[in-house]
């Protein structure tokens, strides 16, 4: 397979630009999108030309409800994540005895942050927490002092914060500052809460910090390879790494299968997918509308400076810590 690497510069528009200049090239395939607004945007244009698209992050489920049968995502939507997500803040509650029962949320005023409270907003009542406040902020921002004062007013017990990495790095940072320590930090699909680079620089704002998000399944040996590979090069073990390795060998088994670059052939074949020769989390791929039937997140926790999977239990290396003070 020979790569045609893209640049979406962060925005839908060059998205959108980079999938025309892959259609100028004649690639079989792309993979990627990284957010929910480029996902969107480069899938459409995608279909134009019956481009097969796999979606490796983002997690707007408005991505594989339009009807494109060009596109396909890998990952689970915020649907399925913010179930879990519940679920599991609900069990390690209850197994602490349910000291937590307020919430505030905070999360990026965007279609992936919007979404994801609004349904936060509907469930988390039906679960026996309150929410006490819903906080919106704009990526980017550069200061986070007003988004602490506030959750220190209001004095939750849980925080769950939706944010992309730099906005939530700077919000634990100004929180450790402040001394601000709620009960959890309890993040969801949060851009920095599973993530080696903010332990690594921040030790001391991530500790403890619980996230419900993508990430591989440590039980299968191929992901320490992946992972050993990736840190040599002098990256950081992400979660969109194990992702995007996997929805390209999905893509090459599609192709493999379809006996041409033909891409109808592979749209075919991506659809009657069962492969699961990936390192998530998942069994076998089966899509359905485009998702992929078999795709859910875990929950992570910072300890003593490394991320431990706490949740789905048959795969844990690590149980919870909480409450957090």
Same mark, same amino acid.
């Given at each position: 397979?020979?790569?045609?690497? #893209?640049?979406?510069? =962060? &925005?839908?528009?060059? #998205? ?6 892959? /259609? +100028? ?10 957010? =929910? ?8 244009? +995608? ?49 602490? $005895? ?14 992936? $942050? ?6 936060? &907003?509907?469930?988390?009542? %039906?679960?026996?927490? /309150? ?9 980017? =921002? ?20 939706? =944010? ?7 919000? +634990? ?16 699909? &949060? ?19 619980? !996230?419900?998000?993508?990430?591989? !399944? ?5 992901? +320490? ?27 090459? !088994? ?21 492969? %699961? ?15 992929? /039937? ?11 400076? !490394? ?19």
């Amino acid at each position: 397979m020979q790569m045609v690497f #893209g640049d979406a510069r =962060s &925005n839908p528009e060059g #998205g959108v630009a980079e999938v025309e200049r892959m /259609q +100028a090239e004649g690639v079989a395939a792309i993979v990627g999108g990284f957010a =929910s607004p480029i996902a969107l945007a480069a899938s459409q244009a +995608a279909a134009r030309y019956d481009i097969p698209y796999v979606v490796d992050v983002g997690v707007s489920d408005q991505i594989v409800q339009r009807g494109l049968r060009n596109t396909f995502r890998f990952g689970p939507g915020f649907g399925t994540v913010t179930k879990a997500a519940l679920d599991n803040l609900v069990a390690i509650n209850e197994a602490a $005895g349910r000291p937590a029962r307020s919430v505030v949320i905070v999360h990026e005023d965007g279609l992936f $942050g919007s979404g994801l409270a609004r349904l936060l &907003n509907a469930q988390l009542p %039906e679960r026996g927490f /309150q929410v006490l406040e819903t906080i919106a902020h704009p990526t980017p =921002s550069r200061d986070m002092s007003n988004v602490a004062l506030r959750i220190r007013a209001l004095n939750p017990d849980v925080l769950i914060p939706s =944010s992309y990495y730099s906005e939530f790095v700077l919000l +634990a940072r100004t929180m450790q500052q402040q001394r601000i320590r709620p009960k959890a930090i309890y993040a969801v699909l &949060n851009g920095a809460a599973s993530n080696f680079r903010f332990v690594r620089e921040f030790p001391e704002a991530a500790n403890l910090i619980m !996230d419900c998000n993508h990430w591989a !399944d440590p039980r299968k040996p191929k992901t +320490a390879e992946v992972r050993a590979k990736a840190e040599a090069t002098g990256r950081f073990w992400l979660y969109n790494i194990p992702l995007n390795y996997s929805c390209v060998r999905l893509v090459a !088994d599609a192709i493999e299968r379809a006996g041409s670059t033909d891409r109808n052939r592979i749209i075919e074949a991506l659809a009657a997918s069962t492969f %699961e020769d990936h390192i998530m989390p998942y069994g076998p791929t089966r899509f359905v509308n485009g998702q992929n /039937q078999g795709a859910g997140p875990v929950n992570t926790q910072v300890q003593d400076r !490394d991320i431990k999977v706490i949740f789905p239990r048959e795969f844990a290396n690590a149980t919870p810590i909480f409450p957090a003070v």
